[in-house]
């Protein structure tokens, strides 16, 4: 038995969710991680109900989180960025050149980011999860991205599955 998969029917839909702008953002934010050997996943939902906007598992098993802010009215109109830490080993902000950065918080990572690539201005602070957290979020990454490989190429046989 021969199975065909069309390169066209592995494009990744879109959810809708974000702008163009912030799109850009975070395929820069991607590439930049992928460059130092994490993989990522975007839009997971964490055991919190929160979402990350970019989580990358790096190659020694660090968890990085990165909320991308696409405007300062962006920024501003989210409080719930603190809620993200506790399921991270480093979090940061990924924005465009043309953010005003001082306003963010300097105790997070900074990455200035377009749809190319991307770099990270500031390191973030290290703060290690617990074990039975690591495995729990690591989980959770795992059958998110197993689960979106498998609707990338049987879209029928993954209907239904949740992230």
Not at 21 to 43: D, N, P, S
Not at 46 to 57: F, M, Y
Not at 64 to 77: F, G, N, T
Not at 79 to 106: E, I, M, Q
Request: hydrophobic share 45%; charged share 25%; proline share 6%.
């Amino acid at each position: 038995m021969t199975i065909s998969v069309r390169p066209e029917s592995l494009r990744v839909p879109v959810d809708g969710r974000q702008s163009a702008r912030a799109l850009l953002i975070c395929t820069g934010t991607r590439r930049l991680l992928a460059g130092h050997g994490f993989a990522t996943v975007t839009e997971l939902t964490l055991a919190s109900g929160r979402r990350a906007d970019v989580i990358g598992l790096g190659p020694d098993g660090c968890l990085w989180i990165v909320e991308v802010k696409s405007s300062l009215a962006d920024y501003r109109a989210d409080g719930k960025w603190p809620d993200y830490r506790d399921f991270c080993d480093r979090f940061f902000f990924a924005v465009s050149n043309d953010f005003p950065s001082h306003v963010l918080p300097p105790e997070v990572g900074l990455i200035v980011a377009d749809g190319f690539g991307a770099a990270i201005v500031r390191d973030a602070p290290e703060h290690k999860l617990a074990g039975a957290r690591r495995k729990a979020v690591m989980l959770r990454f795992a059958h998110a991205a197993a689960n979106r490989h498998h609707a990338l190429v049987d879209p029928a046989g993954a209907a239904g599955w949740m992230d």
